[in-house]
């Protein structure tokens, strides 16, 4: 069975046990683990906006071949227009399906609806993981004086700049593809080999940050690679830290670093794609309040306390801690129901569940009459706010308080456990 085949059986089945039943039994495909591990692996880079037309002249030059010469993009060998001809080349050389499986790795999504974490399960470390700094859902953890910061609605990124192009990498490792949007500001703010901490906002047509949602559709344009070079001029990059991936250097010492580069170049001031996070030290809980008080105040949603001697891991810490007036959680749709009344024929809710499955809630508020519109496969991660986590009266799981949907999340693609909701 080619490797397409066996995307499309596995994309036709809806259940997730049913998907990794199919993977177990292609477990000693190496064929397949190869062409999953060009598409996910965090760390690979393709360097192509877009498909170049092709078509395919019948040599039927194989697969493993395809992938092999990928290698020449990735390293940059081959770059600029010799690299559209170079991927030209190996597309045409290909049979329709195996062309059709290295352009869903060029574009880091195989279409089958699992993602690298369910492959790490067949496979146990087949793809390395795209590891972030997570904050502590409360505060419990911070030692005062502290370092108290705005806490951004945009979407997470680490920007890594290579000395010539600045790539935006989302949580769930996929490039967010901005036409070159940042590789200025890149060139005049960071050295190169660093990668920075924060997140992508859109601006508006009157200079100002857009609402969240409108913001993280744009985003989420870019991270599906569908996003137009216009939208991209108006994308900024909100940062708040210089990645230490030795674990060495305390956060004061990364900070200070990052405020004196905003501070020295005369240039970042009048530059839109870079801005640096509000930071205060605060010096006890009082203050912190204060501090979330008067982000609130301004709209925001709300603040995170950093502990100033705190080392970077790429886990979630304590050392960091929200403060927030609501709960969120990103959870996996596995299922959903059609509405009545208005809502009759099209989406009335979707049920969504942890990670484990020890959370299930059915949400039905949040939706536009465009979403409900929309199609809601299984597997679609989805945010969404809440007030406490409840437990249900008619199972053994627990279910969330007024829960309300906030966005689907294409950079992310494993859903919160339960015990990071606790």
Known sequence: MSILKI?????????????????????NNELLKAVILAAYHPYINYFQKKIPEYKTLGKNSSLAWGLDG????????????????????????????????????????????????????IW????????????????????YPAYAQTKMDGARCHLHFDGKEA?????????????????ESASIMMEPNETWDGE???????????????????????????????AAKRAVFVTWDIVDFASKTPYKIRFTDLTKRFADSIQAQFKTRFRLVKSQVVNNL???????????????????????????????????????????????????EI???????????????????????NV??????????????????????YNEVIKDKNSDTFSLFLPRFIERRFDKKVANSFEELK
């Open 124 to 143: 146990p470390n087949l793809v390395p993981t795209f590891d972030v700094q997570l904050s502590h859902k409360d505060i419990s953890g911070i030692r």
């Open 7 to 27: 995307l499309n059986e596995i994309a036709d089945n809806p259940s997730r046990l049913a998907k990794e039943a199919i993977l177990k039994r292609e477990k």
């Open 364 to 385: 039905g508020t949040g939706f536009s009459d465009e979403d409900r519109d929309e199609e809601w496969p299984n597997g679609t991660i989805v945010t969404i706010k």
């Open 70 to 121: 990928l290698t020449e993009l990735s390293t940059r060998t081959v770059t600029g227009h010799a690299a559209i001809d170079w991927l030209k080349a190996i597309l045409q050389d290909l049979s329709a399906d195996d062309a059709k499986v290295l352009e869903r790795v060029i574009d880091r999504d195989l279409r089958a609806g699992f993602s690298e974490s369910t492959a790490n399960k």
């Open 200 to 230: 992508i906002i859109f601006l508006g047509p009157d200079g100002k940050f857009l609402d969240r949602k409108t913001s993280n559709g744009l985003a989420n344009k870019a991270n599906k690679g569908t996003l137009s070079a216009e």
């Open 339 to 361: 509405g009545t009344g208005k809502n009759k024929n099209r989406m009335g809710n979707i049920i969504c569940a942890t990670s484990d499955r020890k959370l299930i809630v």
């Open 286 to 336: 009082d203050e912190a309040i204060a501090f979330y008080t008067e982000e609130r105040s301004r709209g925001e949603e709300g603040a995170i306390l950093k502990n100033i001697d705190s080392v970077w891991v790429p886990k979630r810490t304590k050392d960091l801690g929200k403060m927030k007036a609501e709960e969120e959680a990103d959870l996996e749709i596995i299922g959903w």
């Open 167 to 183: 790539t935006a990498y989302a949580r769930s490792g996929k490039i967010f593809k901005l036409h070159g949007a940042f590789d």
